[in-house]
């Protein structure tokens, strides 16, 4: 039996878990939320409101570092996330525990899960603080009323309509 491919308005295919959108899959996890550029992108709003937009750039900033290849550019990373987010005279300095054991000659022998401990000890600090606060605020509550009102609205029901018209002949 073939089974076509559902895609999503993008094209690209659609699972149970991506066909929530928008705010509704930012409220089912952070995780989801920091999945999606426009959640990532409200969630800094808010947490620019609260001052600790740092946190999420830096837990970004891990994620980005994971990736990372070859040795100079992991060297080069991790210095630039130590001086962003960990050394005592950091811009935009994260409250972490065991940021002070982190020295500088650690950076000369960097591997991907390096900043681990101190991403997940950031990452449950915006899940259970910043994250919940965040589903209550207005940023989060205006985006999903507009999402909710482009979704009423005449068009979005009439090409609804035509695609249920389509996928029923």
Not at 80 to 102: C, D, H, P
């Amino acid at each position: 039996v073939f089974i076509p491919e559902i895609n999503d308005s993008e094209g690209h295919p659609s699972s149970s878990h991506q066909a929530l959108k928008g705010t509704s899959k930012w409220a089912t996890s952070l995780e989801s939320l920091l999945e999606d550029p426009e959640g990532v992108k409200r969630f800094r709003e808010f947490l620019k409101k609260e001052f600790s937009e740092e946190n999420v750039l830096f837990w970004l900033a891990c994620e980005e570092f994971k990736k990372t290849q070859g040795k100079k550019q992991m060297q080069e990373k991790a210095k630039e996330i130590y001086m962003t987010f960990l050394s005592s005279k950091a811009s935009s300095q994260v409250n972490v525990e065991g940021q002070s054991r982190l020295s500088e000659t650690i950076l000369e022998t960097p591997h991907p899960l390096m900043f681990q401990k101190l991403q997940d000890q950031i990452f449950n600090l915006m899940k259970y603080d910043s994250y919940s606060r965040f589903l209550k605020s207005d940023i989060f509550l205006n985006h999903k009323k507009s999402e909710e009102q482009e979704e009423n609205s005449p068009e979005a029901q009439t090409a609804a309509k035509r695609a249920s018209r389509i996928y029923n002949t």
